[in-house]
């Protein structure tokens, strides 16, 4: 193995426990397939494993493994105790070198309120790791970080057997890099609350027509029952390749992996500058570039998209105004097009004021019209009457960041938790007054797509 250059460094962590220290070790490597390297976890890690790549392709994440997590169910208090944690484990950290940061990546769940049991019962409202094994590929170049938090008089003897384990990680992802994977076979679908769903839109739509909502997403889940157990690399594999204009995540949890390859970006924060998307409103894809065409001037002229977009970015723009020194954002809409459906796309930018950081924006911006509704506090009430299932982290933000501040956070929409032999995929659509049943359930089999297909689901074009 192939080792360019080595920085080590121990830090004081502030206030975790008594006489705890953050020890952390970059090296540079050439050559490593970051799906192979995740790979290379799957006996002793299964279960503490992280995957991230931007839309991009400029940067990408895996963990191997827990230094530490970060969780907790402290309801709308969630994302200042995430902040809170991080700050103190890693106030002494080096700042202003990319390749050394430590990264802190996870989600928060859509709706601490929502208790409804399923196959996130128990999962908690804020769950983030750092990872004991830490890979960034970014400007072709490729960095494998070892974090441990431990006693000094413990450290020593645990960090060789770290180095050991981890060179044995690198080993086997370079020789395992070219494996190839097949897709799962189903042997059964079925639709959860396929019927509460369909009377759901006609409830909600009755409460807008009331003025009592203006939107309502409303959300639904789909099931598949594999022939045997699927692996998360087997389906890691399937979304790297078929969606790559997309952000790519999978979040392991026990036995749950979540993934998902999800097209829009909630906020970025880069040496304090923030981004975020507005996307909103959706159709589908032409079978050829003229169709393709006709549906995309479809979308950019239809008022009821065109509503639901402008929701999304009379908000966005709001929560930049008042994060924000300065903020940019265009005259009107574009075609963000993907592989299955073209959406409605607003890219907005601004210089953070002193106090805003990536996690305020995240909590602010949470949920955004276009994955809860508005107004937000009436929409959300509506959700919580009208939408049976429990959303877990679908819909929600998930992403990282590191030391200094700078990270990325998606909304995980596109996106479905595998767990053992089953997986549950999710897809919503906003409600308006005229809304319609059957025209929102086909719109969901439309958003299905991408993550039945990576499943090895039969897709009707």
């Known amino acids: 193995m192939q080792q360019k ?18 020890y952390m070790e970059t090296i540079e490597v050439s050559r490593l397939s970051a799906l192979a390297f995740y790979a290379a976890g799957e ?17 990408t994440l895996v963990g191997l493994g827990h230094a530490h997590t970060i969780q907790n169910n402290a309801k709308n208090d969630r994302f200042d105790a995430v902040e809170a944690e991080w700050k103190s484990i890693t106030k002494n950290c080096v700042k202003g070198q990319a390749e050394l940061q430590p990264i802190l990546f996870g989600g928060f769940t859509f709706d601490p309120q929502n208790s ?11 769950y983030f790791a750092l990872a004991t094994y830490q890979l960034v590929l970014r400007d072709d170049k490729a960095f494998v970080s070892i974090h441990l938090i431990a006693q000094a008089t413990q450290a020593e003897e645990q960090f060789e057997a770290l180095r050991n384990e981890r060179n044995q990680l690198i080993d086997a992802a370079q020789v395992e890099q070219v494996k190839m994977y097949a897709k799962p076979e189903i042997t059964n679908y079925f639709e959860p609350y396929k019927d509460p769903y369909l009377a759901s839109i006609d409830q909600v739509t009755a409460l807008i027509k009331a003025k009592q909502a203006a939107k309502v997403v409303i959300a639904r889940s789909l099931a598949l029952q594999f022939k045997e157990q699927v692996t998360s690399p087997q389906v890691l594999a399937q979304i790297i390749d078929e969606q790559p204009e997309s952000y790519l995540f999978g979040l392991e949890w026990h036995d749950l992996l979540f993934f998902g390859a999800s097209p829009e970006r909630l906020v970025k924060v880069e040496s304090g500058r923030a981004y975020s998307s507005c996307v909103a409103g959706s159709i589908q894809r032409g079978k050829t570039p003229e ?3 006709a549906y995309g001037q479809s979308l950019l002229n239809d008022p009821k998209n065109g509503g639901e977009h402008q929701y999304v970015v009379d908000m966005i723009a709001d929560t930049f105004r008042k994060n924000c020194v300065e903020m940019t954002i265009p005259d009107g809409p574009r075609l963000l ?7 409605l796309y607003t890219p907005v930018e601004g210089q953070l004021n002193d106090e805003a950081t990536i996690l305020q924006l995240t909590k602010h911006l949470h949920p955004t019209p276009a994955l809860g509704g508005v107004p937000r506090i009436e929409a959300m009430s509506a959700i919580r009457k009208y939408e049976p299932m429990n959303r877990g982290l679908y819909a929600a933000p998930i992403g990282w960041l590191d030391a200094e501040g700078n990270g990325e956070f998606a909304v995980a929409i596109r996106s479905a938790a595998l767990i053992k032999d089953k997986a549950y995929l999710y897809a919503g659509g906003g409600i308006v007054a005229d809304s319609e049943p059957q025209s929102e359930y086909e719109e969901t089999l439309v958003k299905f797509r991408p993550m039945l297909r990576a499943l090895g689901g039969q897709v009707h074009e």
């Open 116 to 126: 409804v049991n399923g196959e996130w019962t128990d999962f908690p409202e804020a």
């Open 337 to 343: 097009k993907i592989r299955d459906i073209q959406h």
């Open 5 to 22: 250059w080595y920085q080590a460094t121990e830090v004081e962590v502030d206030s975790l426990g008594q006489n705890l220290h953050f």
């Open 43 to 59: 006996e002793r890690y299964k279960g503490e494993r992280f995957y991230w790549q931007n839309r991009e392709k400029t940067m």
């Open 291 to 293: 169709e393709d065409e």
